[in-house]
C-alpha cells in the first residue's frame, strides 16, 4: 500500500520548514512542490537522504546511550528549576505569615487540607487490597461530614443492617446445615447402614427419627410397600422392620422389660434344683355324696392327738402325711370354688377326688364335676362312697363313669376308682395312697431355693389384723417379711400361720400359709409372687389396677357367636367351647354329636359338658374360666346364671329347635351368621291359680312379675326351668274386661290359643321378635 506523504507532513516529522523541504526537491529532483502536495516515493527517499546524511551513527547503542543522557540531563534541570520554584514560595508564604502572625507548620497544613484532585490507577492484578483500611478511610469521611444526631441515626441504621444480614448469613447457614445433614445422613446410611432397635409396636414418627429419616420418607416407602400410614398410626414390627430394610438399615428387635420382669423372676427352673413336691388336692362330686366327710376323715385320721387342739384353726387348706409323704388338700369342696380360681388363672390343683355315692350313682353335679376337672386337665380319682350303705352299688357307679369317659382301672381304663365309706373310715387309706401313687407318676417337683410365686386360696378382711389371705405357695420358699404381689394387692409378710396355726417363718413348694401384711384383700385365685423391690412392686399394682379398669370398660374378648368367625380369622381360636344344657338327656346327646361333626379344618368344636336342667351358674362358671358358649334347649338360665353371664359377658343361646342351632353355629363358623332378629322377653308373669270356664276353657290367673304382658303376644310356658310349651296369647284380662297389655304388679287372667295343660307355679314368658344391629 502507498503512504500519502506530505510535504509539510514530512517537514514535521524531520523536523525542518516546509520550505526547505520544497528547495530540496526542486533543486535535486526539479520539481516545484506546494506544501500540501503529497510526495512520491523517490522524491520522499531524495528528502530523507539530504536531511539525514550529517545525523549517520556508527550503531543504534551509542545513539540510544546518547538520547537517554539527553533526557536525564533535561529532567534534572526541570527538577532543579521545581526546587527553585517552590522554595520561591515558601519564602513569599512565610512573609506574609509573618505578616498575619501564625505558625508556619499551621499555614502548611491549611494549606494541603482542599487536597487536589487526582486520579491514581491501583493495579489490583497482583496485589491485595486492604479494603478495611478503605472502608475505615470512608467511614471516618463520612464522619466528618455529618453531625451527631445524624451519625447517631447512622449507626444504628448501620448496625440494623449489620444485624439483618447477619441474620439471613445465619438462615442461609441453618439451611445450608439442615440440607446438609440430610444428605450427609443419606450418605452414611448408604455407607454405613444404622441399626435401628424395634419394638412390638411402634409409631411411624417414632420410627422416623430412629431411622434418622423424614416421617414423609418413612410414608413414601410405607405406601410403596403397599401400606398407607400416617405420621401417628402404630404399626406392627414386621411391617416396621420392612420399612427399615427399605433404608438398609440393620432392625434389631427391642425388648422391652416390664416391671414384672424386672422383679418377678420366672426363669426355668434347672432340672437338678427340682425336688419332689407335695400333691396338690381338691375334692368334688354331688351334694350330699360325701365330700365334706370324706375331708373330716382324712383331715382328723391324720392329726395326731397332741395336735389336736390346733386343728381349730381353719385356713381354707391342709396338709396331712401319708407313709411319711405329705398332700395337700384344699379345703374348699365343690368344683365351682375349682373353678373360680381357675377362671382367675391360677392352677393350683394336681389331682382331683371325685366323690360318686354308691347308692346314688353319678348326678348332674357329678358329670359338672366331671367336666370341670377334664376342662382343667387335672387326673381324676373317683372315691366311691357309702360302701357301708345296704343299696351301695359300685359296678352301677363304675358303669355310668364309662359313659364319661372315665374308664376304671380294672375294666382295662386309666381312672383309679376306690370303694370308700366316710362312716366307717373303711377304703381311705387306700385312696390316699392312690394319690401319692398318681402323684408319684406326675413327678411333681418344685425348687424350694427361689423367690416364692403359687396363689391365693381365699382371703379376708380381719377387724384387728386387716387383709388376711391363706397362700398355698406353688414354687419357691414364701418367708417372713419377703415382699408379696397378689393380684392387685401389695405387702410385706407380717406373719406367716400354718395350716396347724403355728407361726412358720417360712413355707416351700406345695405348703398353704395364712399371711397378714398385705394392703388389700386379694381375691381367691389370684396368683401372687415375692418380689424384689417394694417400690416397684408399688407400681405394678398401680398398673394392674389401670388394666383392670380399662378391661372393665373395654368389650372384653369373650368368644360369641357374633365374633366367633373373626376369631377364627386372627387364628385366635382353635377350639370353639361349648356346655350344652337341655330339658331332656337324649337333646343334649343329639346336640353334642351334631355339634362336634361341625368340626374343620380351622377349629375344632368341642362341648364340653352337657346336662340336662336348667343353666346354672356353675355353667356360666365353667363357661367363663373356659371361654365357652352357652347352648339351651327348651331349657332357660337362672336369676344368678343370668348376671354372672352379662357380668362375665359370656355368651348363652337359647333354642328350641336342634336345627336352629347347628344351623345358626354353622353360620357363625363359616362367618355367615346375620341374625336380623331375635327374641326379647318383654315380661314374666306366674300362674296364681287355674280357672277352667266351660265356653273359654283354661284360663291362668297370673301375677305380673316383671316387664308387660300383651295380647296376641308370643310366650313359652315355663316349669321348673324347662319350657313345656311356646304359644300365643290369646285373650288378656284384667276383672271382666279384655286388655291390650297388663304392667309389673297387676294380676290378670291369661289365655292361651293351644296349650291348655296349664299349672299353678307355671311361669308365663312373654316375648318378642325385635330387629337388631349387630355391634
Ligand atoms: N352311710 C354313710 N353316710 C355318709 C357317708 N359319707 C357321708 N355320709 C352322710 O351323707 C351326708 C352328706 O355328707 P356331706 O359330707 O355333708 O356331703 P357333701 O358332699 O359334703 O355335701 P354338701 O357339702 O352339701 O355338698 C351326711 O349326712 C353324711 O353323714 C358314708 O360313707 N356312709
Known sequence: MMIKYKVNEVAKDLGVNSKKVIEVLDKYCGVQKKTTTTLEENELNVVFDYFTQDKNLDNLDAYYAKRNAGIEEAEKKKDEEKKKRKEEHKRQKAEQAKKQGKAPAQQEKEHQAPRRKESRVIDTSAVVVNVDKYNEKYDNMADSKMNRSDRNKSQVKKQKINQRSQQRKKRQGKRETEQERLKRIAAERKAKPITVQIPEEIVVQELASRLKATVAEVVKKAFLMGTMVTATDTIDFDTASLIAMEF???????????????????????????????????????????????????????????????????????????????????????????????????????????????????????????????????????????????????????????????????????????????????????LLEMVLLIAEMKELKANPDRQAKGCVIEARLDKGRGPIATMLVQNGTLHQGDIVVAGTAVGRVRAMTNDRGRKVKEAGPSVPVEITGLDEVPQGGDIFNAVSDERLARQLVEQRKAKAKEELFNSRTKVTLDNLFDQMKQGEMKELQIIVKADVQGSVEAVRQSLEKLSNDEVRVNVIHGGVGAINESDVMLANASNAIIVGFNVRPDATAVANAERESVDIRLYSIIYNCIEEIESAMKGMLAPKTREVVIGNAEIRNIIRIKSVGVVAGSYVKNGTIKRNAQVRVIRDGVVIADDTIASLQRFKDAVKEVNEGYECGICLEKYNDLREGDIFEVYEIQEYRED
Open 248 to 430: 438398609h438399615a440393620k432392625v434389631e428387635k427391642e425388648v422391652v422389660v416390664t416391671i414384672e420382669e424386672q422383679i418377678i423372676d420366672d426363669t426355668e427352673d434347672d432340672d437338678a434344683n427340682l425336688v419332689p413336691r407335695a400333691p396338690v388336692v381338691v375334692v368334688m362330686g354331688h351334694v350330699d355324696h360325701g365330700k365334706t366327710s370324706i375331708l373330716d376323715v382324712i383331715r382328723h385320721a391324720n392329726v395326731t392327738s397332741s395336735e389336736a387342739g390346733g386343728i381349730t384353726q381353719h385356713i381354707g387348706a391342709y396338709r396331712v402325711q401319708v407313709n411319711g409323704k405329705d398332700i395337700t388338700f384344699l379345703d374348699t369342696p365343690g368344683h365351682e370354688a375349682f373353678t373360680t380360681m381357675r377362671a382367675r388363672g391360677a392352677m393350683a390343683t394336681d389331682i382331683a377326688i371325685l366323690v360318686v355315692a354308691a347308692d346314688d350313682g353319678i348326678m348332674p353335679q357329678t358329670v359338672e364335676a366331671i367336666n370341670h376337672a377334664k376342662a382343667a386337665g387335672v387326673s381324676v380319682v373317683v372315691a366311691i362312697n357309702k360302701m357301708d350303705k345296704p343299696g351301695a352299688n359300685p359296678e352301677n357307679v363304675k358303669q355310668q363313669l364309662t359313659e364319661y369317659e372315665l374308664v376304671p382301672e380294672e375294666w382295662g381304663g386309666d381312672t383309679p376308682c376306690i370303694p370308700v365309706s366316710a362312716k366307717t373310715k373303711e377304703g381311705i387309706p387306700d
